[in-house]
């Protein structure tokens, strides 16, 4: 069974860091990743996505992800955190024909 | 713009009455998702349909059941609500670019129970 996992509930920046949102999973077979962004009050945006082409994704807003099957990981990074990003941000993953897994989600905070 | 409408965005109301959540997609999609979001559990699949007037259980079925009479809607319907239903609710299409197509997602119903 797919499972998706994101270290950290609640993670903190300072604007111009580094941004690094984890997301661990589990599947059988080779998977579809995916990164999702969600403002308040809003539903969830597409950041980017892995579909077993490039290993590093780049998505919009200037994130990236990273697919490393060894470690069954596809964190998110940005180098240089921005106020806009501030926001809930959900690791998913797919196997094929299979219905979508979203991790627990990650609150980003940016400080001034 | 992905196309999708949720109805009603926000409810309010008791224990015990119906309430029906509509989705509406103008995209023409095969695949429609009803989700609920509860803090620290992130998306959670309720049920979804594979087309007209096919639907399949998700994870948290229990107390909710769906309809699908046209491709373009799928209503998600609480035939007795209870507190523990309180939540907000996302429909999601998928895009059609084959097994590897993203969710797009309408902007929430939230409801609450009292």
């Known amino acids: 069974a797919q499972s998706v996992t994101q270290l950290g509930s609640h993670v903190s920046v300072s604007e111009g860091a580094l941004v690094l949102l984890r997301c661990n999973y589990s599947s059988s077979v080779p998977p579809y990743l995916f990164w999702y962004v969600q403002y308040p009050n809003q539903g969830l945006q597409l950041l980017l996505k892995y579909t077993s082409a490039a290993t590093l994704v780049k998505g919009i807003n200037g994130f990236e992800a990273e697919f490393k099957k060894s470690e069954t990981s596809f964190h998110l990074t940005k180098p240089s955190a921005h106020m806009s990003d501030a926001a809930e941000y959900f690791c998913a993953v797919s196997e094929e024909g299979q219905n979508f897994v979203f991790g627990p989600g990650t609150r980003l905070s940016v400080l001034p | 713009d992905a196309g999708i409408t949720q109805s009603p965005r926000h409810k309010v109301t008791e224990t015990g009455t119906p309430v029906t959540l509509r989705c509406h997609q103008t995209?023409?999609?095969?695949?429609m998702y009803w989700y609920r979001q509860d803090p620290g559990h992130g998306l959670r699949l309720i049920h979804y349909?594979?087309?007209?007037?096919?639907?399949d259980k998700g994870e948290v079925s229990d107390g909710y059941s769906v309809s699908r009479s046209k491709t373009e809607d799928f209503l998600l319907t609480l035939e007795s609500a209870t507190s523990s239903q309180t939540s907000v609710y996302f429909c999601a299409i998928r895009g059609t670019r084959g097994l590897d197509g993203e969710l797009f997602f309408g902007e929430g119903s939230r409801l609450t129970v009292l």
């Open positions: 349909s594979y087309g007209v007037k096919d639907t």
């Open positions: 995209e023409n999609h095969r695949y």
